[in-house]
């Protein structure tokens, strides 16, 4: 029975974590367009536009429907359609002449539609080009606006255009950190244990803890790094939510080194714990409130919105939130062998001087 | 804790750093070697140049100040102060002590600078509240930070260490503050003057929460 006891939150870990590298890698994406082969279009003309989409099944279905939406009240739908293969659709606008409000460049989406594959979006794909002396006709724009939209339900992760598969990382780097900000609590929270009873047994709790996030933290900095190399363009761009982060893994590099710069003592246990707190507090504006204040790429940041919307819909809010679980009780199994090996030397220590 | 008994130990403090006028007098020295190599090397830098060359002085300065801080009182004589005064106490008078020297420090630069390099500061009263923060800041951090790195061998390389990655958000606002007093049209600095305010803070519960812990040790 204390067998069981002693191994349900390992056997949780080991679980969870399977269900979140299983489900997070094999669930595939929602079909979506990932581009039109032109950037512009005049309009008075009547264009063929080539549209590539991800996932998709264009031959399973015929009702294809597909818009030009310049705003939420106008739109263009396609007079005609020639589905190429699976992936590649061709679809013929004939654009008005006149743009439907007092703008010559205007920006269009487009939205395509079926009862296979569900409704895609291309978010500013084209242009539209008005004449130079044109004048402002709203009707045209008007006749055919979107409706009875496809909405299926289907076990798939959202398509987000710059993110792609890359979504999948939600899994990885985010629970990185979120653990390795929950481990770092609880590395402080046997500081202060530590420094009111003075007892040494939660020193080698605070370095096994220490240890093991400052690893999470270093395996959050490389799953962000390679998801910066796909969607901002490089590894390390000098982001400041970078900056701040490889700033709070030198912080606990710190640690390490002041740990090692004294004997072992009762004295050093309390320093290294004085430290830690003031490790903990300090990572926190540098994590959450100082990248707040400056222009940033990064979710979270800079005026962009942290949480929810529409990186994180339903479906992965099912893998996300179990991700964040497994991945922190993992780090404390890690932490507890590491605990456990350091408490062993210790006693062996002891054993060799008698 | 009593006001007294703070000025006392600050009292104590400036005629203990008098009667070694050495130390402060190297550090001016070193300051006035450090802008005359800037000069022959820069001759008349550029306004970012000049106000980060400023604060990297500051920040070398601070650290010299800040790593022989405890070196007394850790030393023989804590035990006399240990029955003496409350830790606060002494932390406190730690902190302005260290900071009324980096104050000096800093005005002293300044002059020095603008003497041989030329002022680009146009904003001076908002130039002098980041001077006098940013020297808070400093000290606050270099103090805290001393008492921890004191227990080891080596305690001025821990101390730097130690203190780099901390410093860097105090450091980030006070260089963005002086460059908005250096330029002719600066945007909204308010958010750098709280976030350099809220470290400050943050700094000083920190070591009101645990200097009393390592004073014991």
């Known amino acids: 029975m204390k067998l069981i006891k002693q191994k349900t939150y390992k056997i949780l870990a080991v679980i969870i974590l399977l269900y979140v590298i299983g489900f997070g890698m094999l669930v595939p994406l929602r079909p979506g ?35 030009m939406r310049l705003n939420n009240e106008h739109f263009l739908k396609a007079n005609s359609f020639e589905v190429v293969n699976n992936r590649q659709l061709k679809a013929t606008f004939d654009i008005p002449e006149n743009p439907p409000f007092d703008q010559r460049i205007i920006p269009a989406s487009i939205i395509l539609d079926n009862s296979f594959d569900g409704t895609m979006v291309l978010p500013d794909a084209l242009s539209l080009v008005g004449d130079e002396n044109y004048t402002v006709q709203a009707e045209p724009w008007l ?43 609880l590395s402080a929270v046997y500081s202060v244990k530590l420094i009111r009873t003075d007892n040494s047994i939660y020193e080698s709790r605070i370095f096994s803890l220490n240890l093991i996030g400052t690893v999470y933290g270093l395996l959050g900095i490389f799953t962000g790094a390679v998801w910066a190399r796909y969607t901002w363009g490089a590894y390390w761009s000098g982001d400041i939510k970078q900056d ?66 529409e990186d994180l819909d339903n479906t992965m809010r099912t893998i996300f939130y179990p991700a964040v679980i497994g991945w922190t009780i993992f780090a404390y199994w890690l932490s507890d062998i590491i605990f456990r090996i350091k408490e062993i030397d210790k006693k062996l220590k002891d054993r060799v001087y008698e | 804790m009593t006001f007294a008994g703070f000025r006392n130990i600050v009292n104590h403090e400036f ?4 009667r070694q006028k050495f130390s402060f007098a190297a550090q001016l020295l070193y300051v006035a070697a450090v802008v005359f190599i800037i000069y022959l090397s820069f001759f008349e830098p550029e306004t ?25 009182e850790f030393g023989n004589s804590s035990l006399f102060y240990y029955q003496y005064c409350d830790p606060l106490l002494i932390y406190f008078a ?57 227990g080891s061998g080596n305690s001025g390389l821990l101390l730097a260490v130690l203190s780099f990655p901390v410093l860097l958000p105090i450091l980030l606002s006070v260089i963005n503050l002086s460059v908005s007093a250096m330029i002719p049209n600066p945007g ?30």
């Open chain 1, 33 to 67: 367009i990932m581009k039109i082969d032109i950037f512009r279009a005049e309009m008075g003309n009547t264009v063929t536009i080539l549209i590539e989409a991800y996932n998709s099944t264009f031959t399973k279905s015929e009702d294809h429907r597909i818009w």
């Open chain 1, 143 to 185: 006749l055919q606006p979107i409706s009875d939209l496809n909405m299926r339900w289907a076990y798939a992760f959202p398509w987000r255009n710059i993110l792609e598969e890359t979504i999948r990382n939600t899994y990885f780097h985010v629970p990185l950190w979120f653990g390795m900000v929950l481990i770092f609590l």
């Open chain 1, 244 to 309: 701040m982060a490889a700033i709070c893994l030198l912080i606990f590099f710190a640690y390490f080194l002041l740990r090692s710069s004294m004997p072992e003592s009762k004295k050093r246990d309390r320093i290294t714990a004085a430290y830690t707190i003031f490790a903990f507090v300090a990572i926190i504006p540098l994590l959450y409130i100082i990248p707040r204040m400056q222009p940033s790429l990064h979710p979270g940041s800079g005026g962009n919105p942290g949480f929810g919307g």
């Open chain 2, 15 to 18: 005629k203990l750093e008098f």
């Open chain 2, 48 to 72: 970012l140049v000049w106000n980060s060359l400023f604060w990297i002085i500051m920040v070398f300065s601070g650290l010299q100040g800040g790593a022989t801080a405890f070196n007394r």
């Open chain 2, 94 to 150: 730690k902190i302005f002590s260290v900071w009324i020297k980096l104050l000096i420090l800093g005005f002293v630069s300044w002059f020095i600078m603008s003497v041989i390099l030329g002022d680009p500061v146009l904003n001076k009263s908002l130039f002098m509240v980041t001077l006098i923060l940013g020297s808070l800041g400093f000290a606050s951090l270099f103090s805290f930070l001393s008492a921890i790195a004191i």
């Open chain 2, 188 to 217: 909204d600095s308010s958010g750098y003057l709280m976030t350099l305010i809220s470290v400050i803070l943050i700094v000083f519960a920190l070591g009101i929460l645990l200097f009393p812990f390592l004073w014991r040790s």
